[in-house]
T-cell receptor, first 113, second 111 residues
Framework: GAGVSQSPSNKVTEKGKDVELRCDPISGHTALYWYRQRLGQGLEFLIYFQGNSAPDKSGLPSDRFSAERTGESVSTLTIQRTQQEDSAVYLC???????????FGSGTRLTVV | KQEVTQIPAALSVPEGENLVLNCSFTDSAIYNLQWFRQDPGKGLTSLLLIQSSQREQTSGRLNASLDKSSGRSTLYIAASQPGDSATYLCAPQGGYSTLTFGKGTMLLVSP
């Protein structure tokens, strides 16, 4: 596609429910990244995919967070048993491998009530 | 672990001023450095990408410089406009191509 697409754009969920966030990277971009931005805070790295493997998942905050990627396309970030502190904007980015720039999606704003 | 500091945290200027945003980072072993802007409630827009072998990049009224050895980058905005109002983020790219972000400089340009 022309850009990185994320869905849904907004999600309100009840505490304790599971949520799935989706990212469609730019076609041909083998690298995919998930970041989180809490209100008033900087971007926190969550996980990096190269193809469908995740060489760096060091930023996932707990075992309630998981992510997978199908081949070199769609990625899904799953948060189980959501908590209020999970409320944030979840941003996905993709890039070609190597020292190239990132392209970000518009993000999913998650609100846990 | 890479740490990124951006100064100032916030800046308010009248339209037409030239301004400089500063970024410093602790680990100079980077592949490149990218500057982004973020508008309220929106994602990030890439402004400039400087490869580690380069000293500067220019795009329109924007000029970014990189001094990799001293861990510094600056973003220069010429003749600022109200449409430039946004948060500007600096992000060096290191291992596994992971970007590390600063907390940003929030810029307000008044008409």
């Amino acid at each position: 596609g022309a850009g990185v697409s994320q869905s849904p754009s907004n999600k309100v969920t009840e505490k304790g429910k599971d949520v799935e966030l989706r990212c469609d990277p730019i076609s041909g971009h083998t690298a995919l990244y998930w970041y989180r931005q809490r209100l008033g805070q900087g971007l926190e790295f969550l996980i990096y995919f190269q193809g469908n493997s995740a060489p760096d998942k060091s930023g996932l905050p707990s075992d309630r967070f998981s992510a997978e990627r199908t081949g070199e396309s769609v990625s899904t970030l799953t948060i189980q048993r959501t908590q209020q502190e999970d409320s944030a904007v979840y941003l996905c980015a993709s890039s070609l491998p190597g020292s190239d720039g990132y392209t970000f999606g518009s993000g999913t704003r998650l609100t846990v009530v | 672990k890479q740490e990124v500091t951006q100064i100032p945290a916030a800046l308010s200027v009248p339209e037409g001023e030239n301004l400089v945003l500063n970024c410093s980072f602790t680990d100079s072993a980077i592949y490149n450095l990218q500057w982004f802007r973020q508008d309220p409630g929106k994602g990030l827009t890439s402004l400039l990408l400087i490869q580690s072998s380069q000293r500067e990049q220019t795009s329109g009224r924007l000029n970014a410089s990189l001094d990799k050895s001293s861990g510094r980058s600056t973003l220069y905005i010429a003749a600022s406009q109200p449409g430039d109002s946004a948060t500007y983020l600096c992000a060096p790219q290191g291992g596994y191509s992971t970007l590390t972000f600063g907390k940003g400089t929030m810029l307000l340009v008044s008409p």
